[in-house]
């Protein structure tokens, strides 16, 4: 009887420390910093859309050989038919979107609920359209830019408008990034960078530029600029607050299951089709 306890401790002994040295390995983590984060979710799309097309035989690594192949990866990117998603901005202008696409599967798979995620990701991305619309309708700044056109054009003989304001060209609506099928395929998937100027691009900028920057300076359209934009733009976020919260709360879960994608990924894994972290 001695012995078959002595047995039994040991076997108990066995499995307490078998499992004591297979701990569970932790859930990998996003990284802290918004660049790293951002670049992490983007990564994780294109592993989404990459593997989405090519279970259709298709790839947006090659230019299309033909506009029929071309035709046919814009449909498999960006879906078809009349577009499921639409929202217009305090600005007038109508985003629209499809639900359906190797894009729109993708965010479903990252954001979750795609309508609202459509809808926070358009909102925050035009909320300096919206600050500016506001600004540019602020009687001071109407004074301003119309002493702004007279420094500009002082005969008033212009056959053309002048320039966009330089709040236009500085705080431009950033366009939602929502797969709308009249972009082109690699637009949907990768941040457009600005072409960088070279230092002798900018020793030879047209004369006009100079005008202008001298014409914002004596009509105290800058002045009026930089003390409006803040305060336009604190009045719009305030205003925004649910879908600014919203984006944070969508953009943290997508981080979190594009952590999770990029790691079954190096690890030679497949993520479960259609999962959605919480």
Request: with cysteine; aromatic share 2%; hydrophobic share 35%.
């Amino acid at each position: 009887m001695r012995a078959l306890r002595t047995a039994c401790a040991a076997v108990a002994a066995l499995v307490l420390a078998g499992c004591a040295t297979a701990p569970a390995r932790p859930a990998p983590g996003p990284p802290a910093a918004e660049g790293r984060r951002d670049a992490l979710i983007r990564h994780a799309q294109r592993i989404l859309v990459d593997r989405c097309l090519a279970g259709q035989g298709l790839t947006s690594a090659r230019k299309p050989s033909s506009e029929e192949d071309d035709r046919r990866l814009r449909t498999a990117l960006f879906g078809s038919g009349p577009t499921e998603l639409s929202l217009t901005l305090p600005t007038g202008h109508t985003v629209h979107a499809h639900t359906d696409g190797c894009l729109a599967a993708a965010r479903h798979t990252l954001y979750g609920d795609q309508r609202r995620w459509f809808r926070a990701e358009v909102t925050v991305n035009n909320l300096r359209a919206e600050a500016a619309a506001r600004m540019r309708a602020d009687p001071a700044h109407r004074a301003a830019h119309a002493r702004f056109i007279r420094c500009l054009d002082p005969a008033g003989e212009a056959g053309t408008p002048p320039r966009q304001t330089a709040v236009e060209s500085r705080t431009p609506p950033r366009e939602p990034a929502v797969g709308t099928r009249t972009r082109p395929p690699q637009a949907a998937l990768e941040p457009r960078t600005p072409a960088r100027q070279s230092a002798g691009e900018a020793r030879t900028r047209p004369p006009h530029m100079a005008v202008e920057r001298r014409c914002r300076g004596e009509s105290g359209l800058a002045s009026v600029e930089a003390r409006l934009e803040p305060v336009r733009l604190a009045e719009v976020r305030s205003l925004r607050r649910a879908e600014l919260a919203a984006h944070t709360r969508l953009r943290t879960s997508a981080a979190h299951r594009a952590a999770e994608i990029s790691a079954a990924v190096r690890h030679g894994k497949t993520p479960e089709k259609g999962s959605v972290s919480p």
